[in-house]
Nanobody, 114 residues
């Protein structure tokens, strides 16, 4: 398994920026890709962004505003979120797709409100 711990979620005003972090450990050599997902109240969990090697993919709703990356710090995944909107409010999860399965973090809450 891969263990994932997210951080960085908080209350932010519309138009603001926020950076989420995900520190991962465990069977890192088995990771194929990583991603960020989110779940808003009453809605299904949805893909935000993924990174496989150097290839990134974004949901249309965040394209041009969010950036997924791996940091210089060892075993850390980031999600830079700019121009935040109220509809970005959700619990954000980090996910690792590995040989044999998928692992999730516990999530970090992002609330965009004036």
């Amino acid at each position: 398994q891969v263990q994932l711990v997210e951080s960085g979620g908080t209350l932010v005003q519309p138009g603001g920026s926020l950076r989420l972090s995900c520190v991962y450990s465990g069977r890192i050599s088995t990771i194929i890709s990583m991603g960020w997902y989110r779940q808003a109240p009453g809605k299904q969990r949805e893909l935000v962004a993924t990174i496989t090697g150097s290839t990134t993919h974004y949901a249309d709703s965040v394209k041009g505003r969010f950036t997924i990356s791996r940091g210089n710090a060892k075993n850390t995944l980031y999600l830079q979120m700019d121009s935040l909107k109220p509809e970005d409010t959700a619990l954000y999860y980090c996910r690792a797709t590995r040989v044999g399965g998928v692992d999730w973090g516990q999530g970090t809450q992002v609330t965009v409100s004036a």
